[in-house]
């Protein structure tokens, strides 16, 4: 699983622990922070943990179309989802 988030972070109205959510999901998603456009030019997924779900919090369409080439890599489950909120 892949999670992504701004540069920032969320909004400052919410609290974020960075560090305990890289240990909380530890060994079962990878979490890459910054700009989606960006970000998803270079990552692809492990050649042992292919890619089965990806979620991205976005508010633009622009940012949500960047987001789906990640459907088209290799090593995508055939099934993946993509998921915007």
Do not use: H
């Not at 540069?7 to 959510?21: E, F, Q, S, V, Y």
């Not at 240990?23 to 030019?41: F, M, P, S």
């Not at 633009?60 to 987001?67: F, Q, R």
């Amino acid at each position: 699983m892949l999670a992504t988030c701004s540069t920032a972070g969320p909004p400052d109205r919410l609290r974020w622990d960075k560090p305990a959510l890289e240990r909380r999901i530890a060994g079962r998603a990878e979490l890459v922070i910054g700009n989606v456009e960006q970000t998803v030019k270079t990552w692809n997924p492990r050649p042992d943990a292919p890619l089965g779900v990806a979620i991205f919090d976005l508010d633009l369409y622009s940012s949500t179309a960047a987001a789906l080439p990640l459907l088209t890599r290799e090593n995508v489950l055939p099934a993946s989802m993509v998921l915007s909120g």
